[in-house]
């Protein structure tokens, strides 16, 4: 079954626009964690932002945010004013614990967004 | 540190040979992981080390995947007898337990 969705696979934004990209997920653990990461065509998967299960607050990491709907299981990554070098594949992945302390990043299909100028 | 790295970044290889990658993880990060990332997909998980330790190995690692972490530092990932389909980019992580995994710049496996 998947467990992390990202329904867009292609998003065109113009640049400056603040755009989000969609994530739900699907565990049922209490405990895990989500992350989002851009890959841009270098291929170098680069973190961006996390958010945990128990955090209250919605995670801010500069242009980034994380629209935590913990009911709904969804993550949504907001990047505000967009530039030129957000173009990238962008992936929501979810920590889920494996046994008793290991852990494993699921991860979606990924987006790939396009700033147009 | 400068962080994660790998070599090489490309690699072309017949099928048939055998090929082994090499991933330097960030020098106080316990854990280790490898993940194999085709065109399009997302990555995914193949095996994972906690320090010299391999504590999980993916369903996806057939009998020709072998992976090591002889000292708890850096880790090798073996292909034998490579076929076409194992052409992908492989991608290593490195973490602290429990914290954020940081990726290096992935080896990008062609199989002619």
């Known amino acids: 079954a998947q467990k992390i969705t990202q329904t867009q696979p292609g998003m065109f934004v113009q640049e400056k626009e603040a755009v989000t990209l969609d994530c739900t997920y699907d565990?049922?653990?209490?405990?895990?964690?989500l992350f989002w990461y851009k890959q841009p065509s270098s291929g170098e998967m680069i973190f961006l932002i996390y958010?945990?299960?128990?955090d209250e607050q919605n995670a801010t990491e500069g242009r980034y945010s994380l629209n935590f709907q913990k009911a709904r299981k969804s993550a949504n990554l907001v990047i505000s004013a967009s530039q030129l070098g957000d173009s990238a594949m962008y992936f929501c992945?979810?920590?889920?614990?494996?046994?008793?302390?290991?852990?494993?990043?699921?991860w979606g299909a990924g987006t790939k967004l396009i700033i147009k100028p | 540190d400068t962080g994660v790295s790998q070599n090489p970044r490309h690699k072309i290889t017949k099928r048939g040979q055998n090929v082994t990658f090499r991933c330097d993880p960030i020098?106080?990060?316990?854990?280790l992981y490898w993940y194999r990332q085709t065109l399009g997909q997302g990555p995914e998980f193949l095996t994972y080390?906690?320090?010299?330790?391999?504590?999980?190995k993916s369903r996806l690692l057939s009998d020709r995947f072998s992976a090591e972490r002889p000292k708890g530092s850096f880790s090798t990932l073996e292909i034998q007898r490579t076929e076409q389909g194992d052409s992908a980019m492989y991608l290593c992580?490195?973490?602290?337990?429990?914290?954020?995994?940081?990726f290096g710049p992935g080896t990008r496996l062609t199989v002619l």
């Open positions: 992580a490195s973490s602290l337990q429990g914290g954020r995994s940081l």
């Open positions: 020098s106080e990060h316990n854990r």
């Open positions: 080390f906690q320090n010299e330790a391999q504590l999980e």
């Open positions: 565990t049922s653990d209490q405990s895990y964690g």
């Open positions: 958010q945990g299960s128990y």
């Open positions: 992945a979810m920590r889920e614990r494996v046994g008793d302390s290991n852990y494993q990043l699921i």
